[in-house]
């Protein structure tokens, strides 16, 4: 079986479809909808033990939030069921050498 046909077991095609336009890290950066991105790293910051601590970002998307986790001294994991929110994920890691994700991995 196939990475595809399991992912398509999960997601209906509708959220597939959507996903895989790679919309989500502009959706979060976009300068007009900031308010979900500011809120959530205050929620995060919170509650989240300090630094170094490993993190598993599951549903992590494109990786904006465990970047910024890892630019934080986090070792983060990042676990996602899309294929192209993984490569995005990697790329923004490469991005930032010094702070690079501890691992970014398809599953479901």
């Not at 950066?29 to 170094?52: A, D, G, H």
């Not at 465990?66 to 899309?82: K, M, N, R, S, T």
Request: charged share 20%; hydrophobic share 40%; net charge negative.
């Amino acid at each position: 079986m196939s990475d595809k046909s399991n992912l398509q077991n999960l997601l209906s095609d509708e959220v597939l479809a959507h996903y895989e336009r790679g919309l989500e890290a502009e959706r979060l950066l976009k300068r007009t909808n900031p308010i979900e991105l500011v809120r959530t790293q205050e929620l995060l910051s919170r509650y989240l033990p300090p630094p170094p601590a490993v993190i598993f970002d599951v549903g992590g998307g494109s990786g904006i939030y465990a970047c910024w986790l890892a630019q934080l001294g986090y070792q983060v994991h990042l676990i996602d069921p899309v294929p192209l929110h993984v490569e995005q994920a990697r790329s923004a890691s490469q991005l930032q050498p010094d702070y690079p994700l501890a691992s970014a991995e398809v599953s479901s």
